[in-house]
């Protein structure tokens, strides 16, 4: 028991790390290199892909889900 309890901490530790790393070099690259602005752009597209996917999800989702009414007959 003490093994998943060791293991779970290390990948929280690990994880915690990672990103302030990760949002070092982010930062870094944003506000230091002249890549910034093409970094900024490639963020946003990414964050309204991310968005719109999840609509579509939830739109497909409601479109094809199968209700009770949908089994009455009319």
């Not at 003490?2 to 790393?21: E, H």
């Not at 597209?45 to 968005?51: D, K, M, P, V």
């Amino acid at each position: 028991m003490k093994s998943k309890l060791a293991r779970k901490k290390i990948t929280g530790i690990v994880l915690l790390v990672a990103s302030v790393i990760v949002f070092v070099i982010y930062t870094y690259v944003l506000l230091g290199t002249k890549w910034g602005i093409i970094v900024l752009q490639l963020t946003v597209i990414g964050a309204i892909a991310a968005l719109l996917a999840v609509l579509g999800w939830i739109g497909y989702t409601m479109a094809t889900t199968k209700t009770s009414e949908d089994d009455m007959p009319d």
